[in-house]
Every structure is written in C-alpha cells, then in structure tokens.
Nanobody, 115 residues
Framework: QVQLVESGGGLVQAGGSLNLSCQAS????????MAWYRQAAGKQRELVGT??????YYVDSVRGRFTITRDNAKNTISLQMTSLKPEDTAVYYC??????????WGQGTQVTVSS
C-alpha cells in the first residue's frame, strides 16, 4: 500500500503563484509515471501534467505556467503554479502507479483563484 499526501493548496488572487507538494510513502523510483490531476466542481477530473523518465508533459491549458519537479531522495513531486487564473480553481490530486503496478491517488488539495 502506498499513500500519497498533497499539501500547499489555498486561496490566491488571479495572476498569483502557488506551490503544491505530493509526499509518497514509497520510492517514486518505483513509479513508472506520476501525475497531477485536477477536478473543478461539477466537472470531470482532468490531467494537468505527468513526470516520468525524460521531460515532464503538460496539457495545453497550463503549459508555460505550471512546472512539475521531482525529488527522488525525498519521494516527493511538486507542482509550481504561476500566472494563476480563476479557471484553475479545482481540487488538485497527486497520482502514481507503483510496483506491482497499482494505481494510487491522494486525497486532494483545494486551489481557489479569485478574480
């Protein structure tokens, strides 16, 4: 069993910045991919970006504004968000698939961007 715990959510004004962190209870070297997702109220959960071997991937709506990094020694991944927009308001979830290839989700952290 792997636990993922997100932190860093909160309220921020449009144009501001916020950093999220995901702490894993297992080595993220044993995850073939880790990702950030988000789900706005009344909407489908959507991918924000992924990080694996090689450079991170981002969806078009956040590319250039969000950055995913990882710290293998600390078993964490981070989501650095800049130039935030009201449409970024959502619950943000950490996701990872770990050996023996079970898929795990964090509980989520709320990000609210005000106008």
């Amino acid at each position: 069993q792997v636990q993922l715990v997100e932190s860093g959510g909160g309220l921020v004004q449009a144009g501001g910045s916020l950093n999220l962190s995901c702490q894993a209870s297992a080595s993220i070297r044993n995850a073939n991919v880790m990702a950030w997702y988000r789900q706005a109220a009344g909407k489908q959960r959507e991918l924000v970006g992924t990080i694996s071997i090689g450079p991170p991937y981002y969806v078009d709506s956040v590319r250039g504004r969000f950055t995913i990094t990882r710290d293998n020694a600390k078993n964490t991944i981070s989501l650095q968000m800049t130039s935030l927009k009201p449409e970024d308001t959502a619950v943000y979830y950490c996701n990872g698939r770990f050996l023996p290839w079970q898929n795990y989700w964090g509980q989520g952290t709320q990000v609210t961007v005000s106008s």
